[in-house]
């Protein structure tokens, strides 16, 4: 199983941005699949996920409103769509697949088995 995360890079606060996530050896709509965060000297935080249906997203606060998530099944690829970026949304970005597709949608880290290599996202002010 490989998840293979891009799109990410420099953006003024205010812009936007879309994350993409490859699967290869899962199929994407067999899963869970989320997005998660990492900023320099915090804890990995749980930003948004989609069930395996596609009928069901879950975001944090802190993103919704601004971020979407979506999918493509026959590209085997989900994606993260970042708008009105912030500073405070600068982080690694990893996207994760949660083998439980039909459970509820976990903020946790910890419910989630595969991951990928994660994007750098950084926001200037």
Known sequence: VQLQASGGGLVQAGGSLRLSCVASGLTVSRFIM???????????EFVG????????????????????????????????????LKPEDTAVY??????????????????YDYWGQGTQVTVSS
């Open 34 to 44: 989320g997005w998660f965060r990492q900023a320099p000297g915090k804890e990995r």
């Open 49 to 84: 996920a989609i069930a395996g249906s596609g009928d069901r997203t879950s975001y944090a606060d802190s993103v919704k409103g601004r971020f979407t998530i979506s999918r493509d099944n026959a590209k085997n690829t989900n994606y993260l769509q970042m708008n009105s």
């Open 94 to 111: 990893y996207c994760a697949a949660d083998r439980q597709a039909f459970s509820s949608i976990q903020t946790s880290r910890l419910f």
